[in-house]
């Protein structure tokens, strides 16, 4: 994993005291959360939502994307007020995954280093089952052309 590539989205958050211990620095488990809401954000970005709430049609199928793997290396505590910018970079896009690379930043310096793993996936409206579903190509090429913007190719996108 490598910090010098291009993110193809950044997004910043204030740390929060709920997200620290009694010394003020930032709880580990934190950092998933951040991942996570900069995942949210990049497709608040791009027009989309991770979990569509409201359809016209009730019958029709909803995507969403559930986590398969996450981890995270820690390079540099995190403290109360501290002000992250967590740059958002593809590192695999596959026919039905995405696994995102995430660097977490205070200013210049990396505070950790994360991967996170989603899979794309459609919720029967009925029933409610999660399946995994083959990327839409709306979702590919919009992450395909925040790729091309970004100046940095993933290192295998399958389609």
């Given at each position: 994993?490598?910090?010098?590539s291009?993110?193809?989205?950044?997004?910043?958050?204030?740390?929060?005291?709920a997200?620290?211990?009694?010394?003020?620095?930032?709880?580990f488990?934190?950092?998933?959360?951040?991942?996570e809401?900069?995942?949210?954000?990049?497709f608040?970005h791009?027009?989309?939502?991770?979990?569509?709430?409201?359809?016209?049609?009730?019958?029709?199928s909803?995507?969403t994307w559930?986590?398969?793997?996450?981890?995270?290396d820690y390079?540099?505590?995190a403290?109360?007020?501290?002000?992250?910018?967590?740059d958002?970079?593809?590192?695999?896009?596959g026919t039905?995954?995405?696994?995102y690379?995430?660097?977490?930043?205070?200013?210049?310096?990396?505070?950790?280093?994360?991967l996170v793993?989603?899979v794309?996936?459609?919720v029967?409206p009925?029933?409610?089952q999660i399946?995994?579903?083959?990327?839409?190509e709306?979702?590919?090429?919009?992450?395909?052309?925040?790729?091309?913007?970004?100046?940095?190719a993933?290192?295998?996108?399958s389609h």
């Amino acid at each position: 994993m490598s910090a010098s590539s291009s993110p193809i989205f950044t997004w910043e958050r204030r740390v929060e005291f709920a997200e620290t211990d009694a010394a003020g620095i930032v709880h580990f488990s934190s950092f998933f959360v951040y991942m996570e809401q900069a995942e949210h954000a990049l497709f608040r970005h791009c027009g989309w939502t991770i979990f569509p709430q409201q359809r016209s049609d009730p019958r029709a199928s909803l995507y969403t994307w559930p986590r398969v793997h996450c981890s995270c290396d820690y390079k540099a505590p995190a403290f109360f007020e501290d002000i992250l910018s967590i740059d958002v970079s593809i590192e695999r896009m596959g026919t039905k995954s995405m696994t995102y690379r995430h660097v977490i930043r205070r200013g210049p310096q990396i505070i950790a280093l994360g991967l996170v793993t989603s899979v794309c996936s459609k919720v029967d409206p009925v029933n409610h089952q999660i399946s995994s579903s083959v990327i839409p190509e709306e979702y590919r090429t919009k992450f395909q052309s925040l790729i091309d913007a970004s100046g940095t190719a993933p290192s295998n996108i399958s389609h």
